[in-house]
């Protein structure tokens, strides 16, 4: 019994997107860059205490994002989960928009960036590169 595309490709679009997220935050830590600012720790206990988990998204709105790759349209995934984030969830785990309370000036902000993008573009990629491979 084959698995349907709605159960499989997010999981391994998600997972890509994940792998590269981690070889991104292993070379963050390896090469000493702000190695106080950790957003995804201070994110995931947040998250704990609002609603137990983290919840995938990218394939229940991939077909309204605007673009026509899925480098595009991670990219833009990721752009608006940044802007998310720097305005609602940096606050509200008290660093202050974009994380300009944590005494780093930009680099979060940047670095925020950064990670969201690696992760977006990857899972946008291999989202719809396995798209084509079912038509």
Do not use: C
């Not at 300009?100 to 291999?126: C, D, E, F, K, R």
Request: overall charge positive; hydrophobic content about 50%; glycine content about 14%.
């Amino acid at each position: 019994m084959i698995a349907k595309g709605w159960i499989w490709k997010p999981i391994i679009a998600g997972l890509a997107g994940t792998s590269m997220h981690a070889l991104f935050l292993y070379l963050k830590t390896r090469s000493g860059i702000l190695p106080s600012f950790q957003p995804y720790q201070s994110f995931q206990l947040a998250l704990s205490r609002w609603i137990g988990a983290d919840v995938p998204a990218f394939a229940r709105i991939n077909r309204w994002l605007p673009g026509k790759t899925g480098a595009g349209k991670g990219l833009i995934f990721g752009v608006i989960g940044w802007i998310l984030m720097g305005l609602v969830f940096f606050p509200l785990i008290g660093l202050g928009p974009f994380a300009t309370g944590s005494g780093h000036g930009i680099a979060p902000a940047l670095m925020s960036l950064a990670m969201l993008l690696t992760y977006s573009v990857v899972l946008g990629t291999v989202y719809a590169t396995l798209e084509t491979w079912e038509r």
